[in-house]
């Protein structure tokens, strides 16, 4: 197999997989469910199933294949900048069966102009890229729409294997030296835009977490009296803790017995001590860290412990090295429902023996989205430039919805810092003086 076969067929792979998971996310409920808006802050999931096929059909039907538009008519409708997620439900949406004929029919072509792409000349298509753009977008929009299902009320309609149990104790923080490292990328091909261009970062030294920040480490928080006191939390997160009368972890559920219980997609069970804490908002996490005596790491702090090799001087694609994620290393493309007990990956421990930085929970920084020194918006602005300088703080790593195709030790998420329903929780640091 020649190489443009070879990455001819892993482009079809991370389609298909993607695809794949967008029929599981959307075949278990029934239509109501599809049309139903089950929070204010998500999408219907029929609008999010016509809008993966709106922008399939923009990148690769349109520009790379240069065909004949499917439908032109619903553009607007499926332009995310256009209608915020309240409204959506007003919209003349396509129903149910016209959402899945209209994405069968744009992926049928796509197929064809895949065959006969040469996966080379201009960058959109170089490398593959504009098909792997699409893959992530989907799996994107998967992750969603699996927060969507987290929201909704009713039984259980997903289902997964259990995730591994912890083999062994990991140590309480890594200390990083203090130093140069490279951060970003220009040379993987898949890459957005705002993990580019690489660019060497200078940190002083710092201690990070070896792994995320329990629910049993936040129940101590709690027990602590951690939503009572004010001097823990910055002025805007205390502001939002009374208005939004946060008492603990979104789905976090106590008893008349004292004991706490969390809510997973339609299943109410103990919560798990040894995992990560998970649905906190960056207020949540910042308050937790200073009742730590600690803070949340920065946007370089984070990448260097994941990608930094203290032996060669070089930044690996992942914590483990250059190769994709497996079972091993990582809980990633909701292959489990829930995030894995500290300590189960010790395959995917970095090479300064920082654990779990990819996959379970996305992991907030105290970072403001910004760009990197000679970013350039590729291939439309919408993607990143018009998120940077507002109020986005970035996440990192990726979660236990995240597909591997849309996740890798320079990938950047963000949102708002009172968000909760997205898969995040945190790991914190703390200074080094004098190393």
């Known amino acids: 197999m020649?190489?443009?076969?070879?990455?001819?067929?892993?482009?079809?792979?991370?389609?298909?997989?993607?695809?794949?998971?967008?029929?599981?996310?959307t075949e278990c409920v029934d239509e109501q469910d599809l049309t139903a808006q089950h929070s204010p802050l998500m999408s219907p999931l029929v609008w999010d199933l016509a809008h993966i096929g709106n922008q399939e059909e923009l990148w690769l039907v349109r520009d790379v294949?240069?065909?004949?538009?499917?439908?032109?008519?619903?553009d607007e409708l499926y332009d995310a900048f256009r209608h915020p997620r309240s409204t959506r439900p007003a919209l003349p949406l396509l129903d149910p069966a016209q959402a899945r004929g209209y994405v069968a029919q744009v992926r049928e072509k796509v197929w064809d102009i895949l065959d006969g792409a040469s996966l080379q000349g201009r960058p959109l298509e170089r490398?593959?890229?504009?098909?792997?753009?699409?893959?992530?977008?989907?799996?994107?929009?998967?992750?969603?729409?699996?927060?969507?299902h987290q929201l909704r009320s009713g039984p259980a309609v997903l289902t997964a294997a259990p995730p591994p149990r912890p083999v062994a104790e990991v140590p309480t923080e890594v200390l990083v030296p203090a130093g140069e490292f490279t951060m970003g990328?220009?040379?993987?091909?898949?890459?957005?835009?705002?993990?580019?261009?690489?660019?060497?970062?200078?940190?002083?030294?710092?201690a990070i977490d070896t792994a995320p920040v329990t629910n049993g480490r936040y129940l101590e928080f709690l027990a602590d009296g951690g939503y009572r006191r004010r001097e823990l939390w910055s002025e805007r997160g205390w502001a939002h803790r009374q208005s939004a009368s946060l008492e603990a972890p979104q789905f976090w559920e106590c008893d008349g017995a004292g004991n706490w219980w969390r809510r997973a997609f339609g299943t109410l069970a103990p919560l798990p001590a040894d995992s990560?804490?998970?649905?906190?908002?960056?207020?949540?996490?910042?308050?937790?860290?200073?009742?730590?005596?600690?803070?949340?790491?920065?946007?370089?702090?984070?990448?260097k412990a994941?990608?930094?090799?203290?032996?060669?001087?070089?930044?690996?694609?992942?914590?483990?090295?250059?190769g994709e994620p497996d079972e091993t290393h990582a809980n990633l493309g909701q292959?489990?429902?829930?995030?894995?007990?500290?300590?189960?990956?010790?395959?995917?421990?970095?090479?300064?023996?920082?654990?779990?930085?990819?996959?379970?929970?996305?992991?907030?920084?105290?970072?403001?989205?910004?760009?990197?020194?000679?970013f350039s918006a590729f291939?439309?602005?919408?993607?990143?430039?018009?998120?940077?300088?507002?109020?986005?703080?970035?996440?990192?790593?990726?979660?236990?919805?995240?597909?591997?195709?849309?996740?890798?030790?320079?990938?950047?998420?963000?949102?708002?810092?009172?968000?909760?329903?997205?898969?995040?929780?945190?790991?914190?640091?703390?200074?080094?003086?004098?190393?």
């Open 127 to 148: 490398d593959g890229f504009a098909f792997a753009m699409i893959a992530q977008h989907e799996q994107q929009h998967d992750e969603t729409m699996l927060a969507t």
């Open 2 to 25: 020649s190489e443009t076969e070879a990455l001819r067929a892993r482009l079809a792979a991370a389609l298909t997989r993607a695809r794949d998971r967008s029929v599981v996310l």
């Open 379 to 435: 291939p439309y602005r919408e993607y990143s430039e018009v998120f940077f300088g507002g109020d986005y703080k970035v996440l990192r790593g990726g979660s236990f919805g995240t597909d591997p195709v849309a996740c890798r030790g320079t990938f950047r998420n963000w949102d708002l810092p009172v968000r909760r329903q997205i898969f995040a929780g945190f790991r914190c640091a703390r200074d080094v003086p004098g190393e």
């Open 335 to 374: 292959r489990h429902l829930e995030p894995a007990g500290v300590g189960a990956y010790p395959a995917g421990r970095s090479a300064l023996g920082v654990e779990q930085l990819i996959g379970d929970v996305w992991e907030w920084t105290s970072s403001d989205f910004l760009p990197y020194p000679g």
């Open 185 to 206: 990328t220009s040379t993987d091909p898949w890459a957005l835009d705002n993990e580019r261009p690489a660019h060497r970062v200078v940190l002083p030294a710092f």
């Open 276 to 303: 990560p804490v998970v649905h906190v908002s960056y207020f949540e996490a910042q308050a937790y860290a200073r009742w730590a005596g600690r803070r949340l790491p920065t946007e370089a702090e984070w990448e």
């Open 65 to 74: 294949g240069g065909r004949e538009p499917v439908r032109r008519d619903i």
């Open 306 to 322: 994941a990608r930094w090799d203290p032996r060669t001087g070089r930044s690996r694609r992942f914590p483990w090295g250059d």
